[in-house]
Nanobody, 124 residues
Framework: QVQLVESGGGLVQAGGSLRLSCAAS????????MGWFRQAPGKEREFVAG????????DYADSVKGRFTISRDNAKNTVYLQMNSLEPEDTAVYYC?????????????????WGQGTQVTVSS
């Protein structure tokens, strides 16, 4: 089992940047595919970005492609989400997720472990 703790959220103006971090417990972080999701008020949680165990494969929602970058440091048990050119529509609680059911691929669904979330608010 892995425990996930997100950090780095906050209030930023439109056009600004934030970097989210997700620290994972345990010594098997490199065996987990990782993902970032978000949930805005009144909306369903949605996939934002994912990264494979090795970091060699990534995937992004169309709405963030070209603006957000997911990366991981397996030595530090941490996954990051660099968010640039933020828009008010990016306002949401951002969640980190982990899963180890599959091989070195990116997944959009079926994550088993979730963090508590970090709030990102983008003002216009």
């Amino acid at each position: 089992q892995v425990q996930l703790v997100e950090s780095g959220g906050g209030l930023v103006q439109a056009g600004g940047s934030l970097r989210l971090s997700c620290a994972a417990s345990g010594r098997t972080f490199s065996s987990y595919a990782m993902g970032w999701f978000r949930q805005a008020p009144g909306k369903e949680r949605e996939f934002v970005a994912g990264i494979s165990r090795s970091g060699g494969n990534t995937d992004y929602a169309d709405s963030v492609k070209g603006r957000f970058t997911i990366s991981r440091d397996n030595a530090k048990n941490t996954v990051y989400l660099q968010m640039n050119s933020l828009e008010p529509e990016d306002t949401a609680v951002y969640y980190c997720a982990a899963d180890r059911k599959y091989s070195d691929v990116v997944i959009r669904y079926g994550y088993d472990y979730w963090g508590q979330g970090t709030q990102v608010t983008v003002s216009s």
